[in-house]
């Protein structure tokens, strides 16, 4: 079993300043957009709210490699 690499404590703290200020900004986007209070924020399920937000448009999802072929064979 190959041995852990040391992670630089540095940027450790670096990257978890990061991920705070990511769920703050969350937070706050959740505040501006979506008009939900600050306790409807902490009381929402954070997992669920995670995929919510990660939800992509439907124009922006892969599509099935089938189709895909179909509409190029068409425009061919």
């Known amino acids: 079993m190959p041995a ?9 703290v670096y990257e978890l300043e990061n991920q705070l200020q990511d769920f703050r900004l969350m937070k706050k986007q959740a505040v501006m957009y979506f008009h939900w209070s600050m306790q409807d924020f902490d009381d929402a399920d ?18 099935d490699p089938a189709i ?9």
Not at 5 to 12: D, E, F, H, T
Not at 46 to 63: G, N, Q, V, W
């Open 4 to 12: 852990k690499a040391k992670i630089n404590p540095a940027v450790k």
């Open 46 to 63: 954070y997992f669920e709210m995670l995929e919510m937000m990660s939800a992509k448009d439907k124009k922006d999802r892969p599509i």
């Open 68 to 76: 895909m072929w179909k509409q190029y064979q068409e425009k061919g």
